[in-house]
């Protein structure tokens, strides 16, 4: 697969905006009087983010969002004017978009990263632009918080409430997806078969294990490649008896970037109801 452009969406939030150059305690206790200044109107906002070679390159669709007592009702201010009182502070927020080569972190916990293709440090600068063009600058940095891999004694912990027995797991770290691919087998609670990658859980009964011998004799085939699972660098093989057909094991291929692993599980067929 050839990298294509993704959107990396940033929010910067809890900007506060004023007209005055002094401290935020100051305007806050100062007491409330008719303003000796005319207000001032943010015409535009623009957004860069520094590129390692320490170029800075213009972001995509730069938007104010004021704030709002409502989480759900952030009003975009992008194609109008945020006014700003001399005696007043405005909170607000700016959205913007980063271009860049690569593929999608395929995680929600990598997702709320930077792209790994951006400087590990993200350095942002965002110009605000008056009606009387005039421009002020605020740079921030964003890095990214640590995400925990998931291991064999973390998938026990998250899935204590649905596992009985684990049977078997995989795992590898993606160095393509900052993050780390796994499988495992395990009998639940209610004594089903569960395959499960972190991103598809299945589940399979007694009653699968018979639709699927039936097919399989029907077919004479020993093993089938079977789309259990969402992850596409992990394949699983169905393996059946070459005698009497009888579903018995599932062989796991596990391929990142720097890895690739094969083991074939047998299944406890008398846990499974």
């Given at each position: 697969m050839h990298d294509s452009n993704v959107c990396n969406f940033v929010t910067l939030t809890n900007l506060v905006l004023s007209k005055k150059?002094?401290?935020?305690?100051?305007?806050?206790?100062?007491k409330r009087s008719t303003p000796v200044e005319k207000p001032v109107s943010i015409v535009r906002v623009n957004v860069q983010y520094q590129r390692q070679d320490g170029k800075w390159i213009d972001c995509l669709n730069a938007k104010?969002?004021?704030?709002?007592?409502?989480?759900?009702?952030?009003?975009?201010?992008?194609?109008?004017?945020?006014?700003?009182?001399?005696?007043?502070?405005?909170?607000a927020s700016v959205e913007t978009t980063i271009l860049v080569k690569g593929k999608p972190n395929r995680t929600d916990a990598t997702r709320t990263c930077a792209h790994r293709s951006l400087p590990l440090t993200l350095k942002l600068r965002i110009i605000f632009v008056d009606n009387l063009t005039k421009t002020c600058s605020l740079i921030v940095e964003q890095i990214n918080e640590p995400f925990d891999s998931i291991m064999k004694e973390a998938l026990r912990d998250k899935r204590k409430d649905s596992m009985k027995r684990l049977i078997a797991f995989m795992s590898a770290d993606d160095c393509e997806?900052?993050?780390?691919?796994?499988?495992?087998?395990?009998?639940?609670?209610?004594?089903?078969?569960?395959?499960?990658?972190?991103?598809?859980?299945?589940?399979?009964e007694k009653s699968h294990i018979h639709t699927m011998k039936w097919k399989a004799k029907k077919n004479k085939i020993t093993e089938e490649s079977?789309?259990?699972?969402?992850?596409?660098?992990?394949?699983?093989?169905?393996m059946f008896d070459a005698e009497?057909?009888?579903?018995?094991?599932?062989?796991?291929?596990?391929?990142?970037?720097?890895?690739?692993?094969?083991?074939?599980?047998?299944?406890?067929?008398?846990?499974?109801?």
């Amino acid at each position: 697969m050839h990298d294509s452009n993704v959107c990396n969406f940033v929010t910067l939030t809890n900007l506060v905006l004023s007209k005055k150059s002094i401290a935020l305690s100051e305007i806050l206790n100062q007491k409330r009087s008719t303003p000796v200044e005319k207000p001032v109107s943010i015409v535009r906002v623009n957004v860069q983010y520094q590129r390692q070679d320490g170029k800075w390159i213009d972001c995509l669709n730069a938007k104010i969002t004021k704030a709002s007592t409502q989480s759900d009702n952030k009003p975009k201010l992008g194609s109008t004017i945020l006014n700003a009182d001399p005696d007043r502070v405005v909170a607000a927020s700016v959205e913007t978009t980063i271009l860049v080569k690569g593929k999608p972190n395929r995680t929600d916990a990598t997702r709320t990263c930077a792209h790994r293709s951006l400087p590990l440090t993200l350095k942002l600068r965002i110009i605000f632009v008056d009606n009387l063009t005039k421009t002020c600058s605020l740079i921030v940095e964003q890095i990214n918080e640590p995400f925990d891999s998931i291991m064999k004694e973390a998938l026990r912990d998250k899935r204590k409430d649905s596992m009985k027995r684990l049977i078997a797991f995989m795992s590898a770290d993606d160095c393509e997806y900052d993050g780390r691919t796994f499988t495992a087998i395990y009998i639940s609670n209610n004594d089903l078969l569960l395959i499960d990658d972190g991103m598809k859980n299945i589940y399979i009964e007694k009653s699968h294990i018979h639709t699927m011998k039936w097919k399989a004799k029907k077919n004479k085939i020993t093993e089938e490649s079977t789309n259990y699972v969402g992850d596409s660098q992990i394949q699983l093989f169905s393996m059946f008896d070459a005698e009497t057909y009888l579903f018995y094991a599932v062989r796991i291929e596990l391929a990142t970037i720097i890895l690739q692993t094969i083991e074939t599980v047998l299944l406890p067929l008398n846990e499974i109801k």
